[in-house]
């Protein structure tokens, strides 16, 4: 079987010459989802070629088509031979078929350049110029001091929160004590990295009444609404983004005011660290050198996840005007971000909603890690900043960004 | 019942090629218990194994088996105690010698070797016996050299030759590695059978972490020649490649996770 | 004829050689140069026991002792103390040359008019032809005494392939043959490879020593000289034998080594007889013995059959 693919305006047009069928159903799918994946979400099977069509086949197209409608795409096939014809519509997939092209599809040659302009480069949205952000530090633990009780607060992440910080859905301080490690929450949803290399990560989603809590003893948290949607996807000249480069378009945006942001977005890889051993444990104030560094924390040694989604949630500032850390591989940027990984969704293009797009992955496959994310900036061996391929950044300016300096 | 306390061993020691195979590895694996080892490319999983064969003698430590200290014996003498399956399908027989030969070799492993005949008629018959629980057709061609079989053969009479006097302990080390897949499958499940069968002591190296979850009721990952993990009951009963593969992957984090990496996180880590 | 009964005795003798070293490098495939030295020790021992008056027997079994002795100590230099193979050779063959000066006191000793163990064969049959000095064999003439030696050790090569057969299929044999073929094998199997080196190369030397021994006693002479080269001719031998027979049984190898061993020692004596200079001998041999080596190599690198182990692998 032989696939040609033709971007005609928002449509891609794709000839399968040949038989589609067991043996060739697979590389099938994966060749249609990967155009997906690179935010092709309006496909047009032109099946004049196609000269058979089996169950396995059938089943490859439903899984393209059940793709695209994660993502609000659409999905025909048009022209079929009498045998697809057939097939499709004695086994109950007639909605997919098309006499011919769709009307609006341009002429052959037109290209791409069309479907470029919105698929490609940096797009931005402004969601509500009212939205307001305010940030908190209701948990300030530095490393590696003792924990106390008394510093360790009880946060609960309703919907118009997003955070990240070190804690434990445990309920009291003393079970919580073990078992604090990194976290992030976003929309009503927590996502958390017990201290514990062989563990998953663990999550709580908002639900009726349920509101994740958590023990925290560091937290910094972002309270209100995003006011700004930032989409951003692949260019024959930027092959991905990396966090600085995005950071500094949220400055861009906003006169250079500290912001909360939260992304999504296809990870080209991601550097970080997490905890393996709970600070809870830690029973004296004091430097934790190499080697001993190494029972607590993990770092990842490569660039990890790639192609899975990351979400990553933070707070960025101007170095200097917060007393957050400055980027090294940025050193005008100051920062402070926590990454979740889970399995690879694509998200719909253009203006997504935060609230349902993170849902979707909290509800979807578990998620694979939490970690603190850092800039390698070590010589030679370094291994650089997290950078995102494609994806989604909602953010905001705060309202009070004296509470972080 | 085998006891490895503590043994190192360096090769090339004061070279520039120093490599340091086994660094204090202490094991015990009980009577009746099949352990499989995995770990990474030149880990010292064939080392460990090669220091309880007594290939070579261990820098420090010792190895008790079966009540005896055997840290001082030679490799022959350790064979009274030890079978022994190679990686390599060509190592464990010899080649221009018959099948019933080499099987006759593997009998008196660790007895007296007298002078009468090897190969008996009864003990043809009784090769034929086992040799046909293979399901090779190998029972036929007793005679012919088993320089003419296929890997996959001569490792399964390895196997048989290992086990033909029961030994105290069962080394196998990556004994299906050399083999093409289907051979590879069939001399595993030879493997399991024989050692359930027999109810063997057996020490198996892997490069399948399949094989390690499907096969052994005990895991051990090694890495940079000491052991970094141990799957044992109810842990070895849960872990699945994925698992394993997970731990390999904390291991060599651990590794990269060096001093440079300790001073990055000091500024940026907080 | 005298001359065919001739090489025929003559390649009996050796044949003890060539199946001597068969042991050494066919069984444990070592390449052992003691060769040379045991085989004079062999005969300088005989030789000065029976001019001394000792019964040949006895002068026979001490020479086969000392010829073991000799293996066993090259076997001791290359496994115990890690010396190369051809050098642990060439040291004990060095150390035999004087060692044999010593045994013989001088370079060469005469036997003439000595009980030998032909003597006995030579009675029976004086006996048998009526004490006649001659028999008639197929029209030719043969003196009695030749009769006599070439019966003894017709007699006795044949016991020595037949014991020799016996021994390399009872546990100890298989364990030798595996030892030689896979050390490693033999080793995970309980034997020490290292005693079986150094057994196999003291069998070998004995059966060498043996062969020296009943040289001297047909030659009538021990002399201090007669081991050059012996080894490129047991080599030759078994080249040959492994031509004729092929080397798919045991019974059958030897029995090629000794038709091995006649054959060559005919196509000498025929090649004497045509005017080959008894001085180029030794050259003649050792480029038969090259192209036997090579010649398989050459010829499609094929046939593995007359190769065996004597070619090293190219670096
Ligand atoms: N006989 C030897 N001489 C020198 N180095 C050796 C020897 N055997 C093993 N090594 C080295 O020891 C390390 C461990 O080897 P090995 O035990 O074979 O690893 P593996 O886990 O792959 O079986 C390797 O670096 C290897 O090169
Ligand atoms: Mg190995």
Redesign the interface.
Same mark, same amino acid.
């Given at each position: 079987m032989q696939i040609e693919f033709e971007q005609r305006g928002k449509y891609l047009l794709i000839q399968p010459k040949g038989r589609l069928d067991a043996s060739w159903s697979e590389h099938f799918t994966d060749t249609i989802l990967r155009q997906i994946r690179e935010g092709k979400h309006h496909l047009v099977i032109d099946a004049s070629e196609m000269d058979f069509l089996s169950s396995a086949g059938i089943r490859a197209l439903l899984m393209v088509y059940k793709e695209l409608s994660i993502v609000q795409g659409s999905f025909a096939v048009s022209n079929p031979t009498a045998f697809v014809e057939q097939t499709l519509s004695t086994s109950g997939f007639q909605m997919w078929l098309k006499k011919g092209l769709p009307e609006d599809l341009p002429a052959a040659g037109v290209g791409g350049e069309t479907d470029a302009a919105e698929n490609s480069g940096i797009q931005s949205f402004v969601l509500n110029e009212n939205a307001r952000l305010s940030a908190a530090e209701p948990a300030d633990w530095r490393p590696w001091e003792v924990v106390e009780k008394e510093r360790v607060q009880m946060l609960t992440f309703s919907k118009n929160i997003c955070a990240l910080g070190i804690g434990s859905a445990a309920g009291t301080f003393e079970e919580a004590r073990d078992h604090f490690g990194e976290f992030l929450a976003a929309a009503g949803n927590v996502v958390y990295q017990p201290p514990d290399e062989q563990a998953p990560p663990d999550y709580l989603i908002a639900e009726k009444q349920f509101l994740p809590r958590m023990q925290c003893v560091q937290a910094l948290s972002c309270k209100g609404e995003m006011a700004h949607l930032l989409r951003f996807a692949p260019t024959k000249a930027i092959p991905f983004y990396t966090a600085s480069a995005l950071l500094k378009h949220i400055l861009d945006q906003i006169e250079g005011k500290p912001a909360g942001f939260v992304v999504l977005g296809e990870i080209e890889g991601l550097v970080g660290t997490a905890l393996i051993r709970s600070p809870g444990r830690i029973r004296e104030n004091r430097d934790m050198t190499f080697p001993e560094v190494r029972d607590w924390l993990t770092f990842c040694g490569e660039r990890s996840y790639s192609h899975q989604q990351a979400l990553i949630t933070g707070i960025v500032s101007r170095a200097g005007a917060t007393r957050l850390p400055s980027m090294p591989s940025a050193p005008d940027v100051a920062t402070h971000m926590h990454g979740a990984v889970f399995p690879y969704q694509p998200l719909p293009n253009g203006k997504i909603d935060l609230e349902i797009a993170i849902a979707k992955f909290f509800n979807g496959p578990p998620p694979l890690a939490v970690m603190h994310l850092t800039d390698d900036d070590r010589p030679a061996v370094g291994l650089g900043e997290s950078a995102l391929v494609r994806g989604a950044c909602w953010f905001g300016a705060l309202e009070n960004p004296e509470v972080l300096s | 019942m085998l006891k490895v306390e503590s043994i190192s061993k360096t090769f090339h020691a004061n070279t520039v090629n120093e490599v340091r195979a086994l660094h204090d590895v202490c094991l015990t694996i009980e009577d009746g218990s099949f352990t499989g080892i995995i770990g990474t490319n030149g880990s010292g999983k064939s080392t460990l194994l090669n220091a309880v064969?007594g290939t070579f003698m261990p820098d420090a430590g010792s190895i008790h088996l079966a009540g005896h200290n055997i840290t001082g014996w030679?490799?022959?003498?350790r064979?009274?105690l030890v @079978?022994?399956v190679?990686q390599d399908p060509?190592?464990?027989?010899?080649?221009?010698?018959s099948i019933a030969?080499?099987v006759?070799?593997?009998m008196?492993? @660790?007895?007296h070797?007298?002078?009468?005949?090897?190969?008996t008629r009864t003990f043809r018959d009784d090769v034929a016996d086992r040799v046909r629980t293979l399901k090779m057709g190998l029972e036929d061609r007793l005679d012919n050299p088993i320089g003419t079989l296929s890997g996959g053969q001569r490792q399964a009479l390895t196997l048989l030759?290992?086990t033909w006097t029961r030994p105290k302990l069962l080394l196998l080390d990556e004994h299906t590695a050399a083999l093409d897949p289907k051979s590879a499958a069939k001399v595993a499940e030879l493997t399991k059978i024989i050692i359930e069968r027999e109810k063997l002591t057996a020490l198996m190296v892997t490069h399948s972490m399949q094989q390690a979850v499907e096969l052994p009721d005990r895991i051990i990952m090694m890495h940079r020649g000491t052991i970094v993990e141990d799957y044992q009951q109810e842990r070895k009963q849960r872990v699945r490649v994925p698992?394993l593969m997970?731990?390999f992957d904390?291991v060599?984090?651990?590794?990269?996770?060096?001093?440079?990496?300790?001073?990055?996180?000091e500024?940026?880590?907080? | 004829m005298s001359l065919i009964i001739g090489a025929f005795t003559m390649g009996l003798i050796l044949s003890l050689l060539s199946l001597g070293m068969f042991i050494s490098f066919r069984m444990i495939r070592f390449t052992d140069i003691t060769v040379d030295g045991s085989i004079t020790l062999g005969a300088s021992i005989s030789a000065v026991m029976i001019v001394q008056g000792y019964s040949p027997w006895l002068a026979v079994s001490v020479s086969i002792l000392g010829g073991a002795l000799a293996g066993a100590i090259t076997g001791i230099l290359y496994t115990r103390f890690k010396i190369q193979e051809i050098l642990s050779g060439i040291l004990m063959m060095t150390a035999l040359y004087s060692i044999n000066l010593r045994v013989m006191g001088k370079s060469n000793i005469p036997l003439l008019d000595v009980t030998t163990i032909s003597t006995g064969m030579e009675g029976i049959l004086a006996k048998m032809t009526g004490s006649a000095s001659k028999v008639d064999i197929l029209g030719w003439q043969v003196p009695v005494g030749d009769l006599a030696v070439f019966a003894t050790s017709g007699i006795i090569a044949i016991l020595i392939a037949c014991i020799l057969c016996a021994f390399l299929f009872t546990h100890a044999g298989t364990a030798l043959r595996a030892a030689g073929s896979n050390p490693q094998m033999v080793r995970a199997q309980g034997v020490n490879n290292k005693t079986m080196i150094v057994f196999g190369l003291s069998m070998a030397n004995g059966l060498v020593a043996l062969a020296g021994s009943l040289l001297a006693q047909y030659q009538g002479f021990a002399d201090v000289q007669m081991g050059i080269g012996m080894m490129v001719w047991g080599l030759a031998s078994i080249i040959i034998g492994e031509a004729l027979v092929g080397k798919t049984s045991i019974g059958l190898t030897l029995t090629g080594v000794i038709l091995g061993t006649i054959l060559f020692r005919l196509l000498i004596a025929i090649a004497l007889r045509w005017g080959l200079n008894p001085n180029d001998l030794k050259l003649v041999t050792a480029l038969f013995v090259f192209a036997a080596l090579v010649a398989p190599a050459w010829i499609g690198k094929m046939s593995k059959k007359v190769k065996g182990g004597f070619l090293h692998a190219e670096s």
């Open positions: - | 064969a030679p490799e022959y003498k064979a009274s @079978g022994r190679f060509f190592a464990g027989t010899a080649p221009d010698m030969e080499n006759a070799i593997a008196k492993r @660790g007895q070797r007298s002078l009468q005949f090897a190969v030759m290992a698992d997970a731990t904390r060599q984090k651990r590794e990269l996770f060096d001093e440079s990496v300790a001073g990055m996180l500024v940026q880590y907080c | -």
